[in-house]
Each structure stands twice: as C-alpha cells, then as structure tokens.
C-alpha cells in the first residue's frame, strides 16, 4: 500500500518537464518589479494630488 505512493512521489520528483526554481525566480522578480513600479507611480500621483489640494486650501481656495 506504501509502495505505490513512494512510487508516485519517486517519479514526480524526477520529473524535468515543470518549472524549475530558476524559472519561478524570473517570474517572482517581474512580479516585484511591476508591483514596485505600480506603487511608486500610484504613490506619487498621490503626493502631488495631496499638495495641490493643501496648497489650495491654505491660498484661500474652495
């Protein structure tokens, strides 16, 4: 009854047709990049929008 599991795990492990570490750590490097870009535009868009508004404010305007 174990023998077959083994079996099963042996032949999957041996495997080279999957993604291999190398290819998960390109994918996850591109993943940071984008998601780090994203929030430095987002957070400066943000920044400015902010100033404007105080800036209006403190000039006396609506």
Partial sequence: MLRPTVAQIV???KKED???????AVMLALII?????AVSTV???TSSSFS???????????
């Fill in 11 to 13: 032949r999957f492990l």
């Fill in 18 to 24: 999957g993604p291999t570490a190398v290819e998960y």
């Fill in 33 to 37: 990049v984008v998601c780090a870009s």
């Fill in 43 to 45: 957070g400066t868009r």
């Fill in 52 to 62: 404007n508004s105080a800036l209006s404010t403190a000039l006396g305007g609506s």
